[in-house]
């Protein structure tokens, strides 16, 4: 089946001073000679008139790039044209490519793929790429690199690598028995290396989150009773109205949300309905969904007020690490002296912003301890986490089949093949047909 050449803006095509058309496939080298006037040296950029094919009226003046496959991004041929970003400029430019013999607008999500499926990437460094597209905080970006240049690929390779020793040991224990080289106990030389390994792995699943809340946001939830001032307190932090306010309780009936870049950390700060038996059917639906709020956040802060009251049950939160704010700090205290209080980290006020930065930086300080990556390699996807649990089950099958060889080394070699396979998954080197359309559509057209 004949591969079509594709085309689009990869810089987007919202205005700006300049915007990067990428083409590529076995056609690519016709934009040179139909509408740049000839040839291109590889890897170095020319200056040139594009010119519409059919009357050769001058459309703009731009840089040219030409990469020969499969020295590309996509392993293809690939002419870039740099073209100034108005949108007319583009319209035309797309116009002038779309009358090539062959050439189609690309799909979203294409151009990657193609580097995908021709070996320039592999499907964790392609995850990593659209993370990188998408990344809105510090955090997020060093996140992303991290899958983007290959350390995730490397990192599970190596342990595939060593899965594959082992592997190795095995399958010739089976198909070379009687040969001197291959050593006369087994599980001896295969013990060691798969505890090791299978410490690493756990020790790689030690916080599976992670990296699905540093790419999605960690989830602050304000909860408390009603007209305690949750609504209050979110509009005076995102410094706009997000959230109606009365002096009626029970205003809120939903779960409203505001994403903050905190420190470098992406934060999404959620108010929620008071907690209290509701009277009517919509606050009631509205509590529930304020106490599955609570139960799934990744850290909760409790808002009271001057009266000092707070839910009677508040065992939905999964926090132990929980903030407990005292908001309208202007009215004072007005509970009773031995009323029994939690232990308050801040007392603020959301009609002067009082006392709000102690509370972002309690909100900062509890993000970066769950968020701030280190050295240490841990898992950057729920799909990562799903293939590497799949090969440590494996793995522990293999060490208790090591333990008590007998008519059993099969058996063996079978478990080591399939932990072997569960790492390659995570690469995209086998099984993976199901997860691709998927998570090439993360992509925006042109990438």
Same mark, same amino acid.
């Given at each position: 089946?004949a591969?079509?050449?594709?085309f689009?803006?990869?810089?987007?095509?919202?205005?700006?001073?300049?915007?990067?058309?990428?083409?590529?496939?076995?056609?690519?080298?016709?934009?040179?000679?139909?509408l740049?006037?000839?040839?291109?040296?590889p890897?170095?950029?020319? %200056?040139?008139?594009?010119?519409?094919?059919?009357s050769?009226?001058?459309?703009?003046?731009?840089?040219?790039?030409?990469?020969?496959?499969?020295?590309?991004?996509?392993?293809?041929d690939?002419v870039e044209?740099?073209?100034?970003?108005g949108?007319? !400029?583009?319209?035309?430019s797309?116009?002038a490519?779309?009358?090539?013999?062959?050439?189609?607008?690309?799909?979203?999500?294409?151009f990657?793929?193609?580097?995908f499926?021709?070996?320039?990437?592999?499907?964790?460094?392609?995850e990593?790429?659209?993370?990188?597209?998408?990344?809105?905080?510090?955090?997020?970006?060093?996140?992303a690199?991290?899958?983007?240049?290959?350390?995730?690929?490397?990192?599970?390779?190596?342990?595939?690598?060593?899965?594959?020793?082992?592997?190795?040991?095995v399958e010739a224990?089976v198909?070379?028995v009687?040969?001197?080289?291959?050593p006369?106990?087994?599980?001896?030389?295969?013990?060691?290396?798969?505890?090791?390994?299978l /410490?690493?792995?756990?020790?790689?699943l030690?916080d599976?989150?992670?990296?699905? !809340?540093l790419?999605?946001?960690?989830?602050? !939830?304000?909860?408390?009773?009603?007209?305690?001032?949750?609504?209050?307190?979110?509009?005076?932090?995102?410094?706009?109205?997000? !959230?109606?306010?009365?002096e009626?309780?029970?205003?809120?009936?939903?779960?409203?949300?505001?994403?903050?870049?905190?420190?470098?950390?992406?934060?999404?700060l959620?108010?929620?309905a008071?907690?209290?038996?509701?009277?009517?059917e919509?606050?009631?639906i509205?509590? /529930?969904?304020?106490?599955?709020?609570?139960?799934?956040?990744?850290?909760?802060v409790w808002?009271?007020?001057e009266h000092? %009251?707070?839910?009677?049950?508040?065992?939905?939160?999964?926090d132990s690490?929980a903030?407990?704010?005292?908001? /309208?700090?202007?009215?004072?205290? /007005?509970?009773?002296?031995d009323?029994?209080?939690?232990?308050?980290?801040?007392?603020?006020?959301?009609?002067t912003?009082?006392?709000i930065?102690?509370v972002l930086?309690?909100?900062q300080e509890?993000?970066?301890r769950r968020?701030?990556l280190?050295?240490?390699m841990?898992?950057?996807?729920q799909?990562?986490?799903d293939c590497?649990?799949?090969?440590?089950?494996?793995?522990?099958e293999?060490?208790a089949?090591?333990?008590?060889?007998?008519g059993e080394?099969?058996?063996?070699?079978?478990?080591?093949?399939?932990?072997?396979?569960s790492?390659?998954?995570?690469?995209?080197?086998?099984d993976?047909?199901?997860? %691709?359309?998927?998570i090439?559509g993360?992509?925006c057209i042109?990438k």
């Amino acid at each position: 089946m004949a591969v079509e050449t594709i085309f689009a803006p990869s810089s987007g095509t919202q205005r700006s001073g300049v915007c990067v058309l990428r083409v590529s496939g076995p056609n690519a080298g016709l934009v040179m000679h139909e509408l740049v006037g000839g040839p291109c040296l590889p890897r170095q950029a020319a %200056l040139r008139k594009l010119r519409e094919p059919v009357s050769g009226e001058p459309i703009d003046q731009c840089l040219v790039l030409w990469f020969e496959g499969p020295e590309s991004f996509t392993g293809e041929d690939v002419v870039e044209l740099h073209v100034h970003g108005g949108r007319a !400029v583009i319209d035309a430019s797309l116009r002038a490519l779309g009358t090539l013999d062959g050439f189609r607008l690309a799909e979203p999500g294409e151009f990657a793929r193609r580097a995908f499926e021709n070996g320039k990437l592999d499907l964790s460094e392609v995850e990593g790429l659209a993370d990188l597209i998408n990344a809105q905080t510090e955090a997020q970006r060093r996140l992303a690199f991290r899958e983007a240049d290959g350390r995730v690929r490397h990192l599970y390779e190596t342990w595939r690598e060593q899965l594959l020793q082992c592997l190795t040991y095995v399958e010739a224990d089976v198909d070379f028995v009687d040969e001197d080289d291959v050593p006369e106990d087994i599980s001896a030389s295969i013990a060691q290396p798969l505890n090791l390994l299978l /410490k690493d792995l756990e020790l790689h699943l030690a916080d599976p989150r992670q990296g699905e !809340v540093l790419r999605n946001g960690f989830r602050v !939830v304000l909860a408390g009773l009603p007209n305690v001032g949750k609504s209050s307190l979110l509009n005076a932090i995102a410094d706009r109205d997000v !959230v109606i306010v009365t002096e009626t309780a029970g205003t809120t009936r939903d779960v409203v949300e505001v994403f903050m870049d905190l420190g470098g950390f992406p934060v999404v700060l959620c108010d929620t309905a008071g907690l209290r038996a509701a009277g009517d059917e919509v606050e009631r639906i509205g509590v /529930k969904r304020a106490e599955a709020a609570v139960g799934s956040a990744d850290l909760v802060v409790w808002v009271g007020d001057e009266h000092g %009251l707070w839910p009677s049950d508040m065992s939905h939160t999964n926090d132990s690490d929980a903030i407990w704010i005292r908001n /309208k700090s202007d009215l004072g205290t /007005k509970f009773e002296s031995d009323m029994q209080q939690p232990p308050i980290s801040a007392s603020v006020c959301a009609q002067t912003g009082e006392g709000i930065p102690k509370v972002l930086s309690l909100v900062q300080e509890a993000a970066a301890r769950r968020l701030e990556l280190t050295e240490e390699m841990g898992v950057t996807r729920q799909r990562h986490a799903d293939c590497v649990r799949s090969c440590v089950a494996h793995i522990r099958e293999a060490v208790a089949l090591s333990s008590h060889r007998a008519g059993e080394i099969e058996l063996l070699a079978e478990e080591l093949r399939l932990a072997a396979r569960s790492l390659a998954r995570v690469g995209g080197q086998i099984d993976v047909e199901d997860v %691709l359309d998927r998570i090439f559509g993360e992509f925006c057209i042109g990438k």
